[in-house]
C-alpha cells in the first residue's frame, strides 16, 4: 500500500458526481457503500475511494483529522 493515500484521500477532490469538488475525506459514507456495492472507478481514484470505505466502515476517519487540519 501507498503511504501517501492517506495524504491523497484528504487533498483529492471528487471530480464527478452528486457530490463534485467534496474533498474526498468529506465525502459520506453511504455514497462509499454504494460504489462497494456496484464497483469502484478503477485506477488511483477506486484505490482512494476504496480505502476511505474501509476507514469510514472500521471506524478509523481519526486517522484523517491530522492530515486534513495539517493542510
Same mark, same amino acid.
Given at each position: 500500500?501507498?503511504?501517501?493515500?492517506?495524504?491523497?484521500? +484528504?487533498?483529492?477532490?471528487?471530480? =464527478?458526481?452528486?457530490?463534485?469538488? =467534496?474533498?474526498? +475525506?468529506?465525502?459520506?459514507?453511504? =455514497?462509499?457503500?454504494? =460504489?462497494?456495492?456496484?464497483?469502484?472507478?478503477?485506477?488511483?481514484?477506486?484505490?482512494?475511494?476504496?480505502?476511505?470505505?474501509?476507514?469510514?466502515?472500521?471506524?478509523?476517519?481519526?486517522?484523517?483529522?491530522?492530515?486534513?487540519?495539517?493542510?
Amino acid at each position: 500500500m501507498d503511504k501517501n493515500i492517506l495524504i491523497d484521500i +484528504c487533498r483529492t477532490r471528487m471530480p =464527478y458526481g452528486r457530490y463534485k469538488g =467534496y474533498l474526498l +475525506c468529506d465525502l459520506p459514507e453511504p =455514497y462509499l457503500a454504494w =460504489y462497494h456495492e456496484h464497483g469502484f472507478p478503477s485506477g488511483k481514484l477506486g484505490i482512494e475511494l476504496a480505502t476511505l470505505y474501509e476507514i469510514k466502515l472500521n471506524g478509523l476517519e481519526y486517522l484523517l483529522i491530522p492530515i486534513k487540519n495539517g493542510i
